[in-house]
């Protein structure tokens, strides 16, 4: 895709963006609206000198040391890159050098807590270097900063990323996967990070609408990563129907993120679990306890209250010798096994 000379773009969005190269022609500032995997994460320059002259900028959502760009090979000033993102930008005509801006959000680039300690860096074919931070502008949700170095060079093997000269900036915790299953009457979540920096805890919500959310289970993170880890948390109290899944990742200095949410459909088909059972016994399905009706092995009925909550019929079996037991509904009968 091609913009030229005095061409402009509107309407730019995590929804709507450029995913692969785009090419601009001409001596206008402009702002590339880039984006990679749903995010709009733009990259910009300043006016080139000539109406000839090309720049083509993509984004890339992709740790810049899985493609080779070497993260611990840094500038002494940097403390550390972003783990999770980086831009290329080349020249193809022309020998203008603008000023290049780039830019940060939340939850993408994973937490920006002082603006003043991130930094401008450039891949220069064995280091990552340090080249300053001029009109950094915005807040810690989402913001962009230019270089203050000079860039006399402009290559698609000379990428640039975001960095910070301390710890204090998480960028990031890198989410590799983040996935919600419904199994066994039970929503089984399950996500892996590839890096983490300052991470103290997960928060698991959900929400049966979108908008109103109700947190719980949280899990502890692995403060400061480099390798990839497995986390899993199981809601054993879902909504019937669709409901949705949101991660929420809290650091050290309580800077959050949020992944997703992701969207579980929650079956309506009777089922009963856990099963065989020592406690509890859950009850899910369009059912009403009024037609639910308990037998034993004998066929002798079972005097017992059942409870409800969350849309759930909720059985206590802790008064029930062990054995065999039978459920009647008015659509079949299930087999129960107390084990105390």
């Known amino acids: 895709m091609t913009v030229e000379d005095d061409g402009t773009t509107s309407y730019v969005s995590d929804d709507s963006y450029v995913d692969g190269y785009m090419r601009k022609v001409g001596n206008d500032a402009f702002t590339f609206p880039s984006g990679d995997a ?7 320059i300043s006016a080139p000198t000539g109406t000839t002259h090309q720049f083509e900028a993509q984004y890339i959502w992709v740790r810049p040391d899985d493609d080779g760009f070497d993260e611990t090979s840094l500038d002494g000033t940097l403390d550390h890159i972003s783990y999770v993102e980086y831009w290329k930008l080349n020249r193809t005509s022309g020998t203008s050098t603008p000023t290049v801006t780039l830019s940060w959000g939340t939850p993408r680039s994973g937490g920006v807590v002082n603006e003043a300690d991130l930094r401008f860096a450039r891949w220069d074919g064995s280091v990552w270097r340090d080249l300053g931070a001029a009109s950094v502008t915005g807040t810690k949700a989402s913001g962009t900063l230019d270089n203050s170095v000079a860039i006399t060079a402009f290559s698609d093997s000379n990428p640039y990323t975001l960095a910070t000269i301390d710890a204090i900036n998480p960028l990031p915790i890198e989410l590799t996967s983040f996935t919600a299953r419904m199994r066994d009457g039970v929503v089984a979540l399950n996500w892996t990070t590839k890096s983490e920096i300052n991470n103290n805890y997960f928060t698991l919500e ?44 809290t650091d050290f200095d309580v800077t959050t993120a949020y992944f997703g949410p992701i969207a579980v459909q929650c079956n309506t088909d009777l089922s009963v679990f856990p099963n065989p059972t020592s406690g ?47 459920l009647q509904f008015r659509t079949g009968v299930k087999r129960l096994v107390v084990q105390h």
């Not at 034993?296 to 849309?311: D, V, Y």
């Open 280 to 326: 509890l016994v859950y009850i899910v399905g369009e059912i009403d306890a009024s037609n639910i009706t308990l037998f034993n092995i004998q066929g002798q009925k079972i005097p017992i209250q059942f409870g409800a909550s969350n849309g759930r019929i909720i059985l206590d079996t802790q008064n029930l010798a062990n054995g065999t037991y039978y």
């Open 38 to 44: 749903g995010f709009y994460r733009p990259i910009g």
């Open 206 to 249: 959900k929400s049966m609408d979108g908008v109103n959310w109700t947190p719980f289970a949280q899990v502890d993170g692995a403060a400061n990563s480099s390798v990839e880890i497995n986390y899993g948390e199981v809601d054993e109290n879902p909504y019937l129907g669709l409901s949705y899944y949101p991660l929420k990742q």
